[in-house]
């Protein structure tokens, strides 16, 4: 089984507004990654976690947190967003350490900040 | 700087025609390489890989991919393309962490758009 799942499929919220994403695996994973990806354009790397600790942050504004609670989750809180944060997240994971592995994405969830 | 580039924004095929998509990248060191696959609204979906060895790779749908590291080049084809294989495809090479691990940046190429006539 290689499924991630993320929900919710589609998100709005208002710029005050206080929201998270989630992201689940159960493939023994130990990487899982979150990135954004605007219309048109490929997916852009936010944030890694490697045996649930932040390994990679791409100079990402304050206002998404990652948290990885345990080996299967990875949430994104989002808040006071801008509506420039409007895009497709995708959650993906791997498995960790040294070797070669390949990412398996997730369907996304399509944020709108209006 | 590590890049990847796609230099076709949008093809078009016949159903039934051979297909190649064309992927070039910039990486000093060994190159880990995957395509991968979107239809509209979705998440990406990982047609095949090439990390070592045999420089033709075999991926799901019928699809496979030739690295070959005098082009810096890492096409993906498929001898017969189907309406269903209409989507976005995107070449990536993967960015491996400072301590040579795997989990790393993926760098994507800015996608190919396929579109099949019937």
């Known amino acids: 089984d290689t499924e991630v799942t993320q929900t919710p499929k589609h998100l709005v919220m208002g710029m005050t507004n206080k929201k998270s994403l989630k992201c689940e695996q159960h493939m023994g994973h130990r990487a899982m990654y979150w990135y954004k990806q605007k219309a048109k354009k490929p997916p852009e790397l936010m944030f890694v976690?490697?045996?649930?600790?932040?390994?990679i942050n791409e100079s990402v504004p304050s206002r998404f947190s990652p948290e990885c609670p345990n080996s299967s989750l990875l949430n994104l809180h989002l808040h006071a967003l801008q509506p420039e944060d409007s895009a497709l997240y995708l959650c993906?994971?791997?498995?960790?350490?040294?070797?070669?592995?390949?990412?398996?994405f997730g369907p996304g969830t399509r944020l709108t900040v209006t | 700087a590590q890049s990847v580039t796609q230099p076709d924004i949008h093809i078009t095929v016949s159903e039934g025609a051979s297909l190649e998509l064309r992927c070039n990248y910039s990486?000093?060191?060994?190159?880990?390489l995957f395509w991968y696959v979107q239809s509209p609204g979705q998440g990406l979906q990982l047609l095949l890989k090439?990390?070592?060895?045999?420089?033709l790779v075999q991926g799901i749908k019928g699809f496979e991919a030739e690295f070959k590291r005098s082009q810096s080049s890492f096409n993906l084809r498929k001898p017969s393309v189907h309406w269903s294989d209409a989507a976005e495809y995107f070449c990536a090479v993967l960015l491996r962490g400072s301590y040579g691990g795997s989990q790393g940046n993926l760098i994507f190429g800015k996608g190919t758009k396929l579109s099949v006539k019937p």
């Open positions: 993906a994971s791997s498995h960790a350490g040294r070797g070669n592995y390949e990412q398996y």
């Open positions: 090439y990390f070592s060895g045999d420089t």
């Open positions: 976690y490697s045996y649930e600790k932040l390994s």
């Open positions: 990486y000093g060191a060994t190159p880990y």
